[in-house]
């Protein structure tokens, strides 16, 4: 798949952005990863651009993938603004915006911040919200096994032996912990704030969970869908907390469906 780095500038300086494409042409989708990095999307990037029309850029959040994070990029809110810059620097426009754990926070904020060049928003197992009664869990001190437990709805086919890794690779994963942890801020995958500003989303929003997922709960789910106007809602039964990764094959047609129902008429003007 052909990489591209975009030097982008906001008001506190510039930001290189290493975005992986799929597909040369057709709908346009911005695939936002989680905390374990790009590879938990990338070959579901590679699966919707194969299976339908879809060109889907999948950047890498700054500081994960062997990528630089600047200083000054220590929140989620501003790297929404990191990716809404992108979506103006490459002139797209009727994206389907999908974001999985925290990359659905991104996703959120992205969509909060209004805008004409969104046409659907998917969260799939997103963080971001503060529901009492319903935490979400503290995935740093897990060992890996454990956290497939948690993450999968069938984890013994997620099973991968942490001593197999070259020493190049437990230095990206380190690098990609070290910047989820910054992202995440003080408050643990939460931003007490974020429900006053997706209550200002309207782009059509489908809210994706899997049952399974014990990382953040279906209830969670709900509720993160009650806090966005006409939000949907999509429960998805055998899955867990990365259904792009866990059950593809199910979650493409969810995706493209939604994608196609809400954005066809802008993509056609």
């Known amino acids: 798949m052909p990489s591209t ?4 500038t906001l008001d506190q300086d510039t930001v290189d952005v290493t975005v992986e494409t ?3 042409q057709g709908r ?3 695939l936002l990863h989680g905390g374990g990095g790009p590879a938990t999307v990338t070959p579901f990037a590679a699966r919707l651009a194969a299976e339908r029309p879809a060109r889907v850029l ?3 959040h700054p500081g994960f993938g062997g990528t630089a994070r600047p200083a000054w990029l220590t929140d989620v809110r501003t790297l929404a603004r990191v990716y809404a810059r992108l979506l103006d620097t490459l002139d797209l426009r009727d994206v389907t915006v999908v974001g999985n754990s925290i990359g659905g926070w991104i996703a959120a904020e992205l969509a909060a911040l209004g805008g004409d060049r969104i046409g659907a928003v998917v969260l799939a197992n997103a963080v971001g919200i503060e529901v009492p009664g319903h935490p979400i869990a503290d995935t740093y001190p897990l060992t890996p ?3 497939a437990r948690l993450s999968f709805h069938d984890p013994s086919k997620f099973r991968f032996d942490p001593a197999a890794l070259t020493d190049a690779q437990r230095a990206v994963a380190a690098a990609n912990r070290e910047a989820l942890q910054v992202y995440a801020g003080p408050h ?3 931003d007490p704030t974020l429900p006053e500003r997706v209550a200002r989303i309207t782009s059509p929003t489908l809210v ?3 049952e ?3 990382v953040v709960d279906a209830e969670y789910g709900r509720a993160y869908a009650r806090a966005i106007p006409g939000a949907e809602f999509r429960l998805l039964p055998g899955t867990g907390h990365l259904p792009q990764a866990e059950t593809p094959e199910e979650f493409l047609p969810v995706v493209w469906e939604f994608a196609e129902a809400h954005t066809g008429a802008a993509q056609e003007a």
Not at 5 to 8: G, K, M, N, Q, Y
């Open 5 to 8: 780095t975009h030097t982008l």
């Open 22 to 24: 799929y597909g040369e």
């Open 28 to 30: 346009p989708f911005l």
């Open 58 to 60: 999948t950047p890498l």
């Open 145 to 147: 096994p454990e956290l």
């Open 188 to 190: 643990d995958m939460a």
């Open 208 to 210: 994706a969970w899997g």
């Open 212 to 214: 399974s997922d014990q």
